[in-house]
């Protein structure tokens, strides 16, 4: 109940294309769903974020949308760049006890000029 | 402003050789503090985390060990690296929501 699963495992966009990752939760009780981007030799960089009370959040070409009812979410990259390749995880984090944050498995998104 | 240190960048150490990885903060006052591993092409898997000094708790049984001696401290042990602890280590803190990550550790054990 803890897992998030992510997909795909690697995607290839052209540029100016959307890039589309997604992914699932089951534990009801996860209320912050962030997206973080990572570089290789590089830590994960926090992208975007979203709680469930809003279906969707936009920042610049990132959109994150949400859906409750599913236990899906998504992220979007509009007009995808080649600086956008990069490897991005979601994850999800609980609101009771000591909230840790669980990752998805990760997508390798590559933007080809 | 609250920045994460993490090193060293880059370790090779040889099978049954200790490990010491070490993760400070500034900028901020008793941070949760976590230990994350990424293998190759992998995600990011819990290892231990912390709520303060002295004060570990592990997520899974492993060949490694962390300790938290000063608040803003957090280390991560190994008395006998073992080829599987390779990988890539990450320290984070959380600041609300979000968690702010070192720029790791790239262990290679031989």
């Known amino acids: 109940q803890q897992q998030v699963k992510q997909s795909p495992q690697s995607l290839i966009v052209q540029k100016g294309g959307i890039s589309i990752i997604n992914c699932a939760y089951e534990?009801?009780?996860?209320?912050?769903f962030p997206w973080y981007q990572q570089f290789p030799g590089k830590g994960p960089a926090l992208l975007i974020a979203?709680?469930?009370?809003?279906s969707e959040k936009k920042e610049g070409r990132f959109t994150i949308s949400f859906n409750k009812s599913a236990k899906q979410f998504s992220l979007h990259i509009m007009d995808s760049q080649p600086g956008d390749s990069a490897t991005y995880f979601c994850?999800?984090?609980?609101?009771?006890?000591?909230?840790?944050?669980?990752f998805g498995t990760g997508t390798r998104l590559l933007v080809s000029p | 402003s609250q920045t994460i240190h993490q090193w060293p960048a880059t370790l090779v150490q040889p099978v049954g050789s200790p490990l010491s990885l070490e993760c400070t903060v500034e900028g901020t006052s008793n941070p949760n503090l976590y230990w994350y591993r990424q293998a190759a092409g992998r995600g990011l898997q819990l290892l231990f985390y912390?709520?303060?000094?002295?004060?570990i708790s592990s997520e899974v049984p492993q060949n490694l060990s962390a300790s938290r001696p000063q608040d803003r401290q957090f280390i991560l042990s190994s008395k006998k690296l073992l080829l599987s602890d390779s990988g890539f280590y990450l320290c984070?803190?959380?600041?609300?929501?979000?968690?702010?990550f070192g720029s790791g550790t790239r262990l290679t054990v031989v």
């Open positions: 984070a803190w959380r600041l609300g929501d979000g968690y702010t």
């Open positions: 994850a999800a984090s609980g609101n009771t006890g000591f909230q840790k944050l669980v």
């Open positions: 534990n009801t009780a996860f209320d912050y």
């Open positions: 912390s709520v303060g000094i002295g004060q």
């Open positions: 979203i709680r469930p009370d809003v």
